[in-house]
């Protein structure tokens, strides 16, 4: 699970970390209108790639794709606008594929809280899975959310749009709208 710090020293900076395995991911300012943003990674297996010397370029790549997903994640949710329509749809019931899932309306804490995790799990650089959505309820007193419910709950989730399947993976990612709307909500 990540672990986010937000420190304060002296001299007027603010760091704030994101840890997430073998990864920290650094936002800091760098005077009053500078921001600088990092990634460190403590041990190289983290990327799933080759560590000899002659793959750096592929380890920096990843690097670069991993801080990419990172700041878009900052600037989607930054940048979080909804509208009248789209939070009376958010209650419409949606089909994906022949299946029928029930809307989102936000009346309800678990669907609240359902977004709070989504929103959670979106800075996961390889993405998340329903087990990992199981673990962010289950943490927000939902002692009885099983498998199955993550699973629908999954299922609502993609056919609203908030998150999409990863290609070619068993993992899933926030969506640029699904970001928007699950922060404004």
Same mark, same amino acid.
């Given at each position: 699970?990540?672990?986010?710090?937000?420190?304060?020293? *002296?001299?007027?900076?603010?760091? %704030?970390?994101?840890?997430?395995? #073998?990864?920290?991911?650094?936002?800091? *300012? !760098? @005077?009053?209108?500078?921001?600088? +943003? =990092?990634?460190?990674?403590?041990?190289?297996? /983290?990327?799933?790639?080759?560590?000899?010397? =002659?793959? %750096? =370029?592929?380890?920096?790549?990843?690097?670069?794709?991993?801080?990419?997903? %990172?700041?878009?994640?900052?600037?989607? +949710?930054?940048?979080?606008?909804?509208?009248?329509?789209?939070? /009376?749809?958010?209650?419409?019931?949606?089909?994906? &594929?022949?299946?029928?899932?029930?809307?989102?309306?936000?009346?309800?804490?678990?669907?609240?809280?359902? $977004? =709070?995790? +989504?929103?959670?799990? $979106?800075?996961?650089?390889?993405? %998340?899975?329903?087990?990992?959505?199981? /673990?962010? $309820?289950?943490? !927000? @007193?939902? !002692?009885?959310?099983?498998?199955?419910?993550?699973?629908?709950? $999954?299922?609502?989730?993609? @056919? #609203?749009?908030?998150?999409?399947?990863? !290609? &070619? #993976?068993? #993992?899933?990612?926030?969506?640029?709208? @699904?970001?928007?709307?699950?922060?404004?909500?």
């Amino acid at each position: 699970a990540p672990e986010v710090q937000v420190q304060t020293p *002296d001299y007027n900076l603010t760091v %704030f970390k994101i840890h997430v395995g #073998k990864l920290t991911l650094k936002l800091y *300012d !760098k @005077g009053e209108r500078t921001l600088g +943003a =990092e990634v460190v990674v403590h041990n190289t297996k /983290e990327l799933g790639c080759n560590r000899s010397l =002659e793959y %750096f =370029e592929d380890m920096v790549g990843k690097l670069n794709d991993v801080m990419g997903s %990172f700041m878009d994640n900052i600037t989607y +949710a930054h940048a979080a606008i909804i509208d009248d329509a789209t939070m /009376e749809n958010l209650s419409t019931p949606v089909k994906t &594929g022949k299946t029928r899932v029930a809307g989102m309306p936000l009346t309800s804490t678990r669907n609240v809280a359902l $977004m =709070e995790s +989504a929103l959670a799990l $979106m800075i996961y650089p390889k993405g %998340f899975c329903c087990n990992d959505l199981k /673990e962010k $309820m289950q943490k !927000k @007193g939902y !002692k009885d959310y099983n498998i199955n419910n993550a699973r629908y709950d $999954m299922q609502k989730l993609k @056919g #609203k749009k908030f998150v999409e399947k990863i !290609k &070619g #993976k068993q #993992k899933n990612k926030a969506t640029k709208q @699904g970001i928007q709307i699950m922060s404004a909500a």
